[in-house]
């Protein structure tokens, strides 16, 4: 069958006749070769398989047998989409159609009909991919044969997020890109372990400290119960003392608890006290060990770093397209 220009329809016919005759061409040798005529068209749910399936070979047969120029293609297509019927009856046509941001919003979803605007095709030509990219959604756009991502802002900062958790999968990545004494800034203890070493090291040092030691400890603190059992067992006989010191080392575990739990939260001092780490010559961190009670805190290193990631990091092309205004959307291609 030769192929027939629309435009040519168009002036040797009433337009109307010329859209009905285009219409029933499509009705007779595309959909009547089908082995299963649909029921619809104009409604989709926006699966790949039925993209390529279905909405490709449309659009190809359109191509290549009525026009191959884009604005009457996309005219031919969508007009045909909205108006099929299994019956092929067109007597009812009586003119383009025009899918409009209105008609589209009610049957896909926001980033369908971005897509389709920024790349000036049709949303029957857009598949969604069921898995994800970085959390991102996926699409294949027939026209332009690739994979697309497509974000708001925050879709695209969550996503750079995820980007970042998979770039830095183990502890000696990070240190090899940000540095040791870097990396023990990120570095905490929770409250459970922080408890238990305050613990376990208040009374170690309770047990080291000889009574003396105990008695100028605690002299460090005003409080008026301790400052009256400091007095009274400097003015005691020495069969009170031993009452008093037990009662002043109980006080002593206490206060070095108390003070044990707040040095904690200096991580970078307790791995250096304990021998976990050490200063080189040159001012540099050595990481000898970090025990596994000290945890990382990816929240905070990833919030950092994603401040320092461009978007385009996340193509496989390092190049990401913006469309709109106040809110806008970005778009990248991905291999897939």
Same mark, same amino acid.
């Given at each position: ?200 090291? /208040?009374? +170690?040092?309770? $047990? *080291?400290?000889?009574?003396?030691? #105990?008695?100028?400890? @605690?002299?460090?603190? !005003? ?8 007095? /009274?067992? +400097?003015?005691? $006989? *020495?069969?009170?003392?031993?009452? #008093?010191?037990?009662? @002043?080392?109980?006080? !002593? ?84």
């Amino acid at each position: 069958m030769l192929k027939m220009k629309f435009s040519q329809i168009i002036r040797e016919e009433l337009d109307i006749k010329g859209i009905r005759k285009v219409l029933n061409t499509i009705q007779k040798y595309f959909i009547g070769k089908l082995e299963e005529k649909p029921n619809n068209l104009f409604s989709f749910d926006g699966s790949i398989e039925k993209v390529e399936s279905f909405y490709i070979p449309l659009f190809d047969f359109i191509g290549e047998t009525i026009t191959s120029e884009h604005s009457e293609l996309m005219d031919i297509f969508n007009t045909f989409i909205v108006e099929y019927n299994p019956e092929g009856n067109y007597e009812n046509v009586n003119g383009i159609v025009k899918l409009t941001e209105g008609n589209l919003k009610t049957i896909f979803d926001y980033e369908v009909i971005v897509l389709t605007n920024y790349f000036r095709t049709s949303p029957y030509l857009i598949g969604k991919v069921g898995t994800r990219y970085y959390s991102l959604p996926i699409f294949y756009i027939h026209e332009e044969e690739n994979f697309y991502c497509i974000g708001d802002y925050q879709d695209m900062i969550y996503a750079t997020k995820e980007y970042l958790r998979d770039r830095y999968y183990d502890q000696q990545e990070i240190i090899n890109s940000i540095g040791g004494e870097e990396y023990i800034n990120y570095l905490f203890i929770e409250d459970y372990d922080k408890d238990r070493l305050s613990n376990e090291m /208040s009374i +170690e040092r309770e $047990s *080291e400290m000889s009574d003396e030691e #105990i008695l100028g400890y @605690l002299k460090r603190f !005003s409080k008026p119960h301790i400052v009256d059992l400091v007095n /009274s067992y +400097e003015n005691s $006989s *020495e069969e009170e003392r031993g009452k #008093i010191i037990e009662e @002043l080392r109980k006080y !002593s575990i206490e206060f070095l608890y108390n003070q044990y739990y707040d040095e904690l939260d200096n991580v970078f001092e307790y791995l250096l006290e304990r021998g976990f780490i050490d200063m080189t010559d040159g001012g540099q961190v050595e990481i000898n060990k970090i025990p596994n009670y000290i945890k990382f805190d990816w929240d905070k290193f990833i919030d950092d770093e994603s401040g320092d990631v461009h978007f385009e990091q996340l193509s496989d092309y390092g190049q990401v397209y913006r469309y709109g205004g106040d809110n806008p959307y970005y778009m990248f291609k991905i291999d897939y």
